[in-house]
């Protein structure tokens, strides 16, 4: 048991809860704008995408690679970053699944290792990882359990149309884990608090149309494109820059933390306008600003975690220093969070050896930014 962790009984409750492992696996696979919009035949460019977005180059899974595989090798890395605390629930924040039923968290925490752990998937697609985050605090509080593995993941390119200019460019496929334990208000990595919001009058503005149960699998869909995610841009920039800015704000006030005493802001990787936008109004100076979007694209619930597991922010930023988390997506939902940044040091883990399909992540933590490293795949 850790040090610093309280009793951890059955029933007692805790107050405070700690980030204490982090990690991250992604893809080996990078993929340019050039080589996203010549798969697509997409009417774009680079120069375009760069400016709208900020976003050069992403992660593409392989194929036969799901959403699962990229959870297990996340909380692996989590798990490994923690030492040698186990968790006894598991929260995985998708919209991706592996399958339409069941859920995938219950195979990702049999892959772990983790037994008959409740294990369960959130789904509040871009926030899912602060709503699952801010869920599992809330268990652990309770006293309901005591350590919680919570993984973002999502591999887009499963859902994304590769024609679609819209959306093709934007996403990548990525997971990044936490893990929580009782603790210590102030020590590194306690949350301080949370606000989460929803409005489904936008419900329709990201949205995979057909194959739910409002338009069924086995009924053909009203547009070829149906089958796809959908995002109506404009409209949804304009929401997110608008709740992020509300939301990150609630979470500062009821910290009672000013927005100059930020030392760490990670806003869901979206687009960059949109990030600096909401830094502008909190009043968040560049300098404190943390992001992947340049590397990595949108990659959906993976990535505000995989911001969390990147070496380079994790040498910028110090342990305690105060941070802000916040994030936007289909639903619409949104969520915030204040913390303290973790001390735990991240881990980028090689793939699960349960799996038989290419390796999966980059386990090379020696150089300064290991994700940039990679080959270019055409
Ligand atoms: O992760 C969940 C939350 N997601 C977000 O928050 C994403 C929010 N939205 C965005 O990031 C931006 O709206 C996009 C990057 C998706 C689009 O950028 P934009 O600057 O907002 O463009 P827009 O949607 O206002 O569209 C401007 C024009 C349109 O053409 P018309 O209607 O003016 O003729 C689009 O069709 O740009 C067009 N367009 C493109 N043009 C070249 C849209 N995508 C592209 C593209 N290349 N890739």
């Known amino acids: 048991m850790n040090s610093r962790m309280p009793d951890s009984s059955s029933g007692l409750r805790h107050t405070t809860v700690v980030v204490t492992g982090i990690g991250a696996c992604l893809p080996r696979r990078v993929v340019d704008n050039d080589t996203v919009i010549a798969r ?3 009417r774009t460019d680079d120069t375009w995408i760069r400016d709208r977005t900020g976003i050069a180059r992403r992660r593409h899974a392989e194929p036969g690679t799901s959403t699962g595989d990229l959870a297990v090798g996340a909380g692996r890395a989590a798990l490994a970053s923690a030492g040698d605390l186990r968790p006894d629930m598991l929260l995985l924040a998708t919209t991706t699944p592996d399958h339409p039923c069941p859920a995938t968290a219950p195979a990702v925490a049999h892959r772990l290792g983790l037994g008959t752990i409740p294990s369960f998937d959130l789904a509040a ?16 509080r309770s006293g309901a359990c005591t350590t919680a593995l919570v993984i973002g993941a999502d591999a887009y ?4 149309a590769p024609t679609d200019r819209a959306t093709a460019p934007i996403f990548g496929d990525g997971a990044g884990a936490v893990l929580l334990r009782p603790g210590i208000p102030d020590e590194p990595g306690a949350l301080s608090t949370t606000d989460l919001g929803a409005d489904g009058s936008g419900s329709d503005l990201i949205t995979v149309p057909h194959g739910g149960s409002r338009h069924p699998q086995h009924l053909p869909p009203s547009a070829p494109e149906d089958r796809h995610f959908q995002m109506q841009g404009r409209a949804v920039y304009a929401h997110a820059v608008r709740r992020m800015t509300q939301s990150a704000g609630s979470a500062l006030r009821q910290a009672g933390w000013a927005p100059d005493t930020v030392r760490a802001f990670v806003g869901h990787q979206a687009n960059q306008r949109i990030l600096d936008s909401v830094a502008d109004r909190l009043g968040i100076a560049s300098a404190h600003r943390f992001g992947n979007i340049r590397d990595l694209g949108n990659t959906a619930a993976a990535s505000i975690p995989l911001v969390l597991a990147d070496p380079a922010v994790h040498q910028a930023v110090a342990p305690g220093a105060r941070s802000l988390l916040t994030a936007f997506g289909g639903g ?11 001390s735990a040091v991240p881990h980028t883990e090689a793939p699960p050896t349960d799996l038989d399909t290419t390796p999966l992540c980059t386990p090379d933590l020696s150089r300064s930014h290991p994700w940039t490293a990679s080959t270019t795949a055409s």
């Open 157 to 160: 390119t499963t859902i994304v």
């Open 125 to 140: 697609v871009c926030s899912g990882f602060l709503y699952a985050l801010a869920t599992a605090a809330a268990f652990i």
């Open 332 to 342: 619409l939902t949104w969520a915030s969070v204040a913390l303290h940044w973790p």
């Open 40 to 42: 697509g035949a997409l």
